[in-house]
């Protein structure tokens, strides 16, 4: 279960207050891992109309990273990456994600070195907040994505 703190915490990462609404069920907690399925609301806008998407996604939640800084890091699109040959101006963690620095950290190798090991090939939004990491898989909340990131977070060891 997820506390009314750590809900508030969540409501204000970057991750999750760009949703219109979301709420979350299944949850599951194992030392300082929490896994849940967040379920996500997000409203469209094509001219005169207007439609709510709702998409299901797992998100991983590390707590006691023992990390200062805020970063988040969301996936570039394919043309930003072939951009990014010829000039290269954004700061990249992690390859193929752009990395938002919201407070620099004297710990930055630490992060690196974590990030370096996800070896995921979906869509991830990552967000670290000093000793708190929540990773979200974009893609379908589905079994095999779970059991991919989980797998890499244990080899990540």
């Known amino acids: 279960k997820i506390t009314a703190n750590e809900i508030d915490f969540l409501e204000n990462t970057r991750i999750f207050s760009?949703?219109?609404?979301?709420?979350?069920?299944?949850?599951?907690?194992?030392?300082?891992?929490?896994?849940f399925i967040?379920?996500?609301?997000?409203?469209?806008?094509h001219g005169k109309t207007s439609s709510t998407v709702i998409n299901s996604s797992i998100v991983f939640w590390f707590k006691e990273f023992h990390f200062m800084g805020h970063y988040c890091l969301f996936k570039k699109p394919i043309i930003q990456n072939i951009i990014d040959v010829f000039i290269d101006e954004d700061v990249e963690l992690?390859?193929?994600?752009?990395?938002?620095?919201?407070?620099?950290?004297?710990?930055?190798?630490?992060?690196?070195?974590?990030?370096?090991?996800?070896?995921?090939?979906?869509?991830?939004?990552?967000?670290?907040?000093?000793?708190?990491?929540?990773?979200?898989?974009?893609?379908?909340?589905?079994?095999d994505n779970l059991m991919k990131l989980l797998n890499c977070m244990q080899n990540s060891d």
Not at 38 to 45: C, E, G, H, N, Q
Not at 128 to 133: A, C, F, G, Q
């Open 38 to 45: 967040a379920d996500i609301s997000l409203r469209t806008t």
């Open 94 to 143: 992690l390859k193929g994600y752009h990395t938002e620095i919201v407070k620099k950290s004297s710990q930055e190798k630490a992060l690196i070195a974590f990030l370096k090991q996800i070896q995921f090939d979906g869509e991830l939004e990552i967000e670290v907040i000093n000793s708190d990491i929540l990773i979200r898989i974009v893609n379908l909340a589905s079994f």
């Open 18 to 35: 760009s949703f219109d609404d979301w709420s979350y069920h299944h949850s599951y907690q194992k030392e300082h891992l929490k896994i």
